[in-house]
């Protein structure tokens, strides 16, 4: 059973009134100097700030070395560090124990990662998972990818997929009709990457066995919003450092303590938490037990400085800036004729937003539409968006805002698809 939990929060995540994001912050971004090129593309990636990047090229520059290897001061103060960075990273999400903190490769590797240390070992045949097939390729192919090579030992597990609302969220409505005995574990987008809609399945509370395992990917909510597992009651949280200011490479897996004892080693070999006994391999404990390798060391070390810009500059503050910039947006593509807005913001009842809109416009391709906002320095996402369902057609266009952009770069962008759309 679960342990005792904190009851959800309010979906809501402007729960202060915090002080607004200040323009000079953009400074700290030294890719972003020049002001004719807008970058609106962070759910694929965010821009760097100036002490991420000093981090990176401090490691490479100074005492490089490979941590828990020697006993040398150079490798014992990477591990030391990194061990603090794990620290930081478990309060950062609201983690009660450091040891809930995996080190991956990125979501995709995290993902990965709970489909097989913990489903070979812990799903039976005719287990049901439940997800959405409109999710990121990163929380949608391990599942069928976990399926598959279940079915080739005589396991036969069952993929139940649900809805999306128009609001870009999870349909909970759609959950529960069916989740069932069978259900193992129920897994979404925390922050959807191309609907931009916020779910936290706070009403599946008391209304599903909680034995039941959450799964939630923060890939783009943990640089967007404050994020708190515990609040959430997720078992598994994913999140990828390059879309919270770290350096590409680096992930964060949040494995709750009550699913340790259910887990089988990820990647055993170098510096991995396993053991040979007579009776094969023994784990030796979290989170070494999916850690395996040389980790990405310069990866990890960004994550500390990243972190800090985030608290710096206060989560709810860079929340409720995207959400200005996301209504600011959707205003003004309101206006443009022949545009129309995928599932999202643009549908909810309320004015809202996490900082990504994504719509269509008439008489031209998304990918055409994203050539020509390049050629006037609006750089944009376009496609399919790594949404293995989305088959086939012309995709969509995506803006995604941060921290760093601004009401004039969105005012220009609106009057740039406002020229297009009118030729």
């Known amino acids: 059973m679960h342990p005792a939990r904190p009851e959800f929060a309010a979906a809501t995540v402007i729960q202060h009134a915090p002080t607004p994001v200040p323009s000079s912050v953009r400074a700290r971004f030294p890719a972003l100097a ?7 593309d962070s759910a694929a990636t965010t ?21 828990g290897r020697g006993t040398y001061g150079w490798a014992t103060s990477l591990s030391a560090q990194i061990a603090a960075v794990r620290a930081r990273a478990a309060g950062f999400v609201g983690a009660q124990h450091a040891d809930e ?58 993929l139940r997929p649900y809805r999306s609302t128009s609001a870009g969220e999870a349909d909970v409505e759609d959950i529960l009709r069916v989740v069932g005995p069978r259900t193992r574990l129920i897994t979404t987008s925390h922050l959807h990457h191309v609907y931009g809609g916020l779910t936290t399945l706070e009403e599946l509370h008391g209304r599903i066995d909680p034995e039941i395992l959450l799964c939630f990917d923060c890939s783009q909510s943990g640089g967007h919003l404050p994020v708190d597992v515990t609040v959430l009651r997720a078992d598994f949280a ?4 390059h879309k919270m200011f770290g350096a590409p490479g680096t992930g964060l897996l949040y494995c709750h303590r009550r699913v340790h004892d259910r887990l089988r080693p990820f990647l055993p070999g170098g510096q991995s938490g396993v053991q040979i006994t007579e009776a094969g391999l023994v784990g030796t404990g979290m989170p070494s037990l999916l850690e ?75 990918a055409d539409l994203g050539f020509v906002l390049a050629e006037s320095g609006f750089l944009v996402r376009t496609g399919a968006h790594c949404v293995p369902a989305a088959g086939g057609g012309d995709g969509s266009v995506r803006v995604s805002t941060q921290l ?20």
Not at 404 to 422: H, K, M, P, Q, W
């Open 34 to 40: 020049d002001p004719s090129v807008v970058y609106l």
């Open 238 to 241: 994913v999140f990828a450092g």
């Open 101 to 158: 903190i995996v080190f991956t490769g990125g979501a995709t590797a995290a993902l990965g990662a709970v489909a097989y240390s913990w489903g070979l070992a812990a799903l039976n045949d005719g287990d049901e998972i439940v997800y959405n097939p409109a999710d990121h390729a990163a929380n949608v192919l391990p599942w069928h990818h976990l399926r598959d090579t279940l079915a080739r030992f005589g396991r036969r597990i069952v």
């Open 47 to 67: 821009q760097k700030p100036d002490t991420v990047i000093a981090a990176v090229t401090a490691y490479h520059r100074e005492h490089t070395a490979n941590a």
């Open 404 to 423: 760093y952009n601004t009401l004039d770069e969105i005012d220009r962008f609106v009057a740039c698809v406002s020229g297009i759309a009118g030729r």
């Open 292 to 366: 395996g390798g040389t980790p990405n060391i310069p990866g990890i070390l960004s994550l500390a400085p990243a972190f800090d810009l985030l608290d710096e500059l206060d989560r709810f503050a860079v929340a409720a800036h995207n959400r200005v910039l996301t209504v600011r947006l959707i205003e003004g593509l309101r206006q443009v004729r022949g545009v129309e807005f995928l599932p999202g913001p643009a549908h909810a009842g309320c004015e809202v937003g996490y900082g990504i809109v994504s719509f269509t416009l008439d008489g031209i391709s998304a």
